[in-house]
């Protein structure tokens, strides 16, 4: 089981090497998301939730900013080392942040906190 801050690290971790990759980054070595996913919470501080949110949104921008450097004609061409389309990275960001914001509605339900309107 994971508490929303771990979810939210997660998501900022793979949304920031996703822009990467989509900024021609090569890709990591198999296995390394070992090391750096679902890790340890540093000490639970407003300040460490404050830059664990901060991740998010940078790493959500940096995803916005490779998008828009596209054209609808690169949308079928693939990120160099893999052989999916642009289109299907794309499809593949926004259904792991769909499920991952699923898992926290969820939780913050058990919790008894409501969804903002």
Same mark, same amino acid.
Not at 38 to 64: S, Y
Not at 73 to 94: C, F, K, M, R
């Given at each position: 089981? !994971? @508490?929303?801050?771990?979810?939210?690290?997660?998501?900022?971790?793979?949304?920031?090497?996703? %822009?990467?990759?989509?900024? +021609? *980054?090569?890709?990591?070595?198999? +296995?390394? %998301?070992?090391?750096?996913?679902?890790?340890?919470?540093?000490?639970?501080?407003?300040?460490?939730? *404050?830059?664990?949110?901060?991740?998010?949104? !940078?790493?959500?921008?940096?995803?916005?900013?490779?998008?828009?450097?596209?054209?609808? #004609?690169?949308? !079928? *061409?693939?990120?160099? +080392?893999? #052989?999916?389309?642009?289109?299907?990275? $794309? *499809?593949? $960001?926004?259904?792991?942040? @769909?499920?991952?914001? +699923?898992?926290?509605?969820?939780?913050?339900? $058990?919790?008894?906190?409501?969804?903002?309107?």
């Amino acid at each position: 089981r !994971n @508490s929303i801050w771990k979810i939210v690290e997660h998501m900022a971790l793979w949304k920031a090497y996703m %822009a990467g990759r989509m900024a +021609g *980054q090569p890709k990591r070595p198999a +296995g390394w %998301a070992k090391e750096a996913d679902w890790k340890a919470l540093p000490e639970v501080t407003d300040a460490a939730w *404050q830059a664990t949110i901060r991740r998010l949104i !940078n790493a959500q921008a940096g995803v916005k900013a490779e998008l828009t450097r596209r054209s609808d #004609d690169e949308l !079928n *061409q693939t990120l160099p +080392g893999t #052989d999916v389309p642009l289109y299907a990275i $794309i *499809q593949g $960001i926004i259904a792991h942040d @769909s499920y991952h914001c +699923g898992q926290i509605h969820y939780i913050r339900a $058990i919790q008894g906190i409501a969804a903002e309107s």
